[in-house]
């Protein structure tokens, strides 16, 4: 549906109550596979090796070979489900979800089913506007990822039409942990917020227990949204879609409010929604029908014959829950307060996703509000323009770098926004990117001076301007030593300077 | 014939330690047999000699640098073709492997080669082990060398063969539901099924994950028990592989006695429905076992004649699922349709083209059982009666020590006999199935030969799970009594396979 054809926002909340459902996808950055002792490319040691270099018989689904559980995986398993409030099982079972598919070795994935490790839990979730919700959550279970496609010729760049697939296994079996909410009620207007609020509080959530490398770019965190409206009184919950492929905070956001919108406008013509899994498109910001969903899908679940249950001791069950980092919004709390961030200050960090890259920037040893600053201020505006996150245009350690180049007066703000563009850019680290670019200020006072010198010259009545005491006339000259020194120039400096040489020359 | 090739497993290792043989010449004398008899027999699928010879050679080296080797050194061995060999072809009995090569072996490849045997080659086996006969095979059947016209049961139809034509004194087989068992009755060899997790199934094409297990292949009770000693054992790569240190089985053999061993009869598995020759060398046995001190009493296991119809369910079910992965994507059989065709015709056509028409039977049957809305009465009914077998073997194994019954209902059938009619040929494992569903280990052991047929008859123990040295205990026993009585080995009384093709030659002339 075409932008167009959507039915205005505000209006389709006074006909429709949304109720949305998210499914969280995270990969465990555990240092071998969910099921194999091959190395797990969501952990950043592996990240980007070559296609099918990751591998083993068992990620390779070869005939003979067996999965075995990586303990680590179920620890952190336990920890995340522990962190969303949940119940562990004492016993939890694998299953096989049968289904063909070329980027599925063994064509059954092996999941969990009817007895998930984790269960009914809640997270609290704060949104922009300060109205704290608590998101229900019905389970978390492992599972492994499936390995990746490439569709080659055809227009689309989907499976149907093109020429020949290649497939990479090296994601083939990498720990899965999937969190499932139950249907959330009561957001209303809310809805699309919510859901990027509480995407972004799981993200926080798996970075502070230290499980997952979370970065959205990468698909460590990747959303399924379900949305549904029922109309103004009506009881029965309305037909939903899932929509997939939602990659970005942004994009969850924008997604919801679409799927409100369409479904709304197809509703108040009479028209019914088709239960379905829908594609998020980023570039035109709208959802397209993916292959029909209904409850007559058969993947012929049974129990994992080559796995035993896996029963954590109760030991091991406090030892996490005793090691978990403080809850979402305590930390949250305690943050604000620690870096001294006024409500609206600090809501923009919540609002951008940013609260972990502002932490870890801070940890890396910039000041909390250089941290913001350059977050919330010129990341956030170049992300915007490339349509993703901010966080996936830098690390906090390549923020915090920079942030000390200004504080040494190496970089001036305007040098430093130029670095920062070639930061997002992939130009290297920030002290690279001044030594390739030139960018540095120049701090030899000899070359202000000449400059300077060679301004005043040229500008007699303004040095004379300035011997009579009008220090104001003083602007001009420095705006021609900064464009003369292309800007790598403390203009502070040079306007000592500028007074020094005027007096000096009289 | 050679005499080398006649001697068990452990006289050979014997006479390797001795120095008196060596394993080159041991091997060469088996491979020789191969080329003599295998092309009337059919056991193997395939023959590495180059590497077999490698191997042999190489264990000679190492006793000659004095270094210290077990029993089965040098010892050769055939492998049932369902176990994957590194850089040896491993198809499982199915077109749809043909030509691939495992980068990996199967753990009890690997245990085997670090004990210094000698792997010939790969046996043949009914497809994906679906069968009974080996008439399954997408190459062909392999034929009983007692009766070339006969089937050497299945579907380890070529280990058992193989061992009992004197092509290789040892060879591992899998047992889903008999295929180690019942070849061995039919063919006068011992055969054996551990205990659920007792060796590894890592590397074992699977048929069944719930069922299948590996085991010793043998014409020796005491050659089995240290087959068994070489290939039990905790494997990191297989979670449900037992992680407890087994006792030795070989000590077990040596130390057989049977006086004050309780032995519980099950009465469902002793009817009419069996042969006769093959109930009156059942009831030989556990005379002769009686005699000599053994207590032999009747016990029920009153669901065991519901294990077949679970077994059918359960055996597919899983399956249907294992054989999923088989679809020209990464390894085996491509088929593309005339003008190309999408990744899913791909698949369907090679599926089409590289599974027999059993394999395509089970994998219906078992994606029927697991379809939602027939789950609960199919596969939940199945697990159901599964509990209920384990039970009526709890209860048993409360009163007796080992359980006996025939092994099989009949001797071998001949070839093409029960092809059309897959439930006949589904009731060959009536009493072999109910150990798989338990999990329990087996044994069957030769007990003679049925009067009416001269055909070999085995009789089966069962113990508890853990408890396979009683198996040993009580097979080693009634081996050396019943040697006392005949005065041979049973495959002593094998056709002489090296004359059958002359043989065939001179009846064509006639």
Redo the contacts between chains.
């Keep these: 549906m075409a932008r167009a054809e959507l039915m205005d926002y505000d209006q389709a909340l006074e006909l429709f109550e949304p109720v949305i459902g998210l499914e969280v996808h995270v990969e465990l950055n555990t240092e071998t596979k969910m099921f194999s002792p091959a190395p797990n490319p969501a952990n950043s040691k592996f990240h980007g090796a070559e296609p099918n270099t990751l591998v083993t018989p068992v990620c390779l689904g070869l005939p003979g070979s067996l999965p075995v559980v990586n303990g680590d995986a179920v620890r952190s398993s336990i920890s995340l489900g522990l962190a969303l409030g949940c119940s562990i099982a004492p016993s939890s079972r694998f299953a096989r979800k049968n289904y063909f598919y070329p980027d599925l070795a063994k064509n059954y994935q092996i999941s969990q089913y009817d007895e998930p490790i984790a269960f009914e839990g809640s997270v609290e979730v704060e949104l922009p506007n300060g109205r704290v919700f608590r998101v229900p959550i019905e389970r978390a279970h492992m599972e492994e990822d499936a390995g990746k496609l490439t569709h080659v010729g055809g227009s689309t760049g989907r499976i149907q039409g093109a020429e020949y697939s290649l497939v990479d296994y090296n994601r083939a079996g990498v720990p899965l942990v999937e969190i499932v909410t139950k249907p959330i009620f009561g957001a209303e207007a809310d809805a699309p917020e919510l859901a990027k609020a509480y995407v972004s509080t799981i993200r926080d959530i798996a970075i502070s227990l230290g499980i997952s490398e979370a970065r959205m770019e990468r698909g460590n965190l990747r959303c399924d949204a379900n949305v549904s409206l029922r109309p103004r009184g009506a009881e029965k919950l309305g037909t939903r879609t899932e929509t997939k492929n939602v990659n970005s905070f942004r994009s969850i956001e924008r997604a919801v409010r679409y799927e409100i919108q369409r479904q709304a406008a197809i509703l108040a013509k009479g028209g019914t929604i088709t239960q379905e899994t829908r594609h998020w498109h980023e570039d035109t910001g709208t959802t397209s029908p993916g292959r029909p969903k209904s409850d007559a899908d058969d993947y012929r679940y049974f129990p994992e014959p080559d796995l035993l249950p896996v029963e954590p001791s109760p030991e091991l069950i406090e030892q996490l829950r005793a090691a978990l980092p403080e809850p979402p919004a305590a930390h949250r709390r305690r943050l604000k307060a620690e870096w001294g961030f006024t409500d609206l200050e600090f809501q923009d960090v919540l609002n951008g996703g940013l609260l972990v890259e502002v932490a870890e920037t801070v940890a890396a040893g910039a000041s909390p509000a250089a941290a913001r600053k350059w977050w919330t201020g010129e990341l956030t505006r170049v992300a915007n323009a490339k349509a993703t996150d901010a966080a996936s245009l830098a690390t906090p350690q390549q923020v915090a770098e920079l942030a000390a180049l200004v504080e040494a007066g190496t970089l001036t703000d305007r040098l430093a926004r130029q670095v920062l563009e070639g930061v997002a850019a992939g130009e290297g680290s920030p002290q690279q990117i001044v030594d390739a670019r030139g960018l540095a200020v120049v701090s030899d006072d000899g070359a202000l001076v000449a400059a300077i010198d060679e301004a005043l010259a040229s500008q007699p009545d303004v040095l004379a301007k300035i011997r009579d005491g009008k220090v104001q006339a003083a602007g001009a000259v420095i705006g021609a030593v900064m464009k003369a020194m292309q800007g790598k120039a403390d203009a502070a400096r040079v306007r000592e300077l500028v007074l020094e040489r005027a007096g000096n020359g009289g | 014939m050679s005499d080398l090739i006649r001697l068990s497993a452990a006289d050979l290792g014997e006479r390797l330690a001795a120095g008196e043989v060596s394993s080159v010449e041991a091997t060469q004398a088996h491979l020789d047999r191969i080329t003599a008899v295998d092309g009337a027999v059919h056991a193997f699928l395939h023959v590495d000699t180059e590497r077999a010879l490698a191997t042999a050679a190489d264990v000679d080296r190492r006793r000659a640098a004095g270094e210290e080797l077990g029993p089965l050194a040098g010892v050769p061995i055939a492998i049932k073709d369902v176990?994957?060999t590194e850089g040896m072809p491993?198809t499982?009995g199915s077109r749809i492997?043909e030509g691939?090569i495992?980068?990996?072996d199967?753990t009890p490849v690997r245990l085997v080669r670090e004990a210094g045997l000698v792997p010939l080659g790969k046996t043949n086996m009914d497809e994906f082990a679906m069968g009974s006969s080996t008439e399954h095979s997408a190459y062909g059947p392999t034929h009983n060398p007692w009766d070339l016209e006969r089937i050497p049961g299945g579907s380890g139809g070529g280990s058992a063969a193989s061992v009992a034509s004197f092509e290789a004194p040892l060879a591992l087989g899998s047992d889903t539901g008999g295929s180690i068992r019942q070849p061995a009755h039919v063919t006068g060899t011992v055969g054996v099924k551990p205990t659920y997790g007792a060796v590894s199934?890592?590397?074992?094409?699977?048929l069944?994950?719930?069922l299948d297990q590996i085991g010793p292949v043998t014409r020796t009770v005491l050659d089995a028990a240290l087959l068994h000693d070489v290939i039990a054992g905790h494997d990191?790569?297989?979670?449900?592989s037992i992680p407890d240190a087994w006792p030795s089985m070989a000590d077990a053999v040596r130390r057989a006695d049977v006086a004050g061993l309780r032995i519980g009869v099950v009465k469902e598995l002793d009817s009419d429905g069996f042969q006769a020759g093959v109930r009156q060398r059942f009831h030989e046995s556990l005379e002769l076992l009686e005699r000599n001190g053994a207590e032999i009493v009747e016990v029920s296991a009153p669901h065991f004649e519901y294990a077949i119809a679970a077994y059918y369910l359960i055996l597919p079910?899983?399956a249907?699922?294992n054989l999923?992965?088989?679809?020209s994507?990464?390894?085996g059989l491509r088929v593309t349709p005339d003008g190309g065709g999408t990744?899913?015709q791909v698949?369907a056509a090679t599926r089409e083209a590289g599974f027999g028409p059993e394999v395509k039977r089970r994998i219906i049957l078992g994606?029927y059982a697991?379809?939602?809305g027939y789950?609960d009465a199919y596969?939940g009914s199945a697990q159901k009666v599964r509990t209920l077998v384990q039970r009526d073997f709890d209860a048993a194994f409360a009163n007796v020590d080992v359980l006996a019954t025939p092994t099989a209902p009949t001797t071998a059938f001949k070839l093409g006999e029960k092809l059309d009619d897959p439930l006949a040929m589904y009731l060959n494992d009536v009493a072999t199935i109910p150990a798989n569903l338990a999990g329990v280990p087996g044994i069957s052991v030769p007990a003679g030969l049925a009067p009416e047929d001269g055909l070999p008859v085995g009789i089966q123990f069962l113990a508890p799970a853990r408890e396979d040295a009683r198996l040993y205990n009580v097979g080693g026993a009634l081996e050396r009594l019943l040697l006392a009585e005949w005065g041979r080995p049973i495959l002593d009384g094998l056709p002489d396979l090296s004359t059958h093709e002359l043989l065939a030659t001179e009846e064509g002339a006639v």
């Design positions: 176990l994957v491993s499982a492997l691939w495992p980068p990996y199967a199934r890592y590397g074992s094409i699977a069944a994950s719930s990191p790569h297989d979670s449900t079910a899983e249907s699922s999923a992965k088989f679809d994507v990464r390894f990744v899913e698949m994606t697991l379809s939602a789950y596969y």
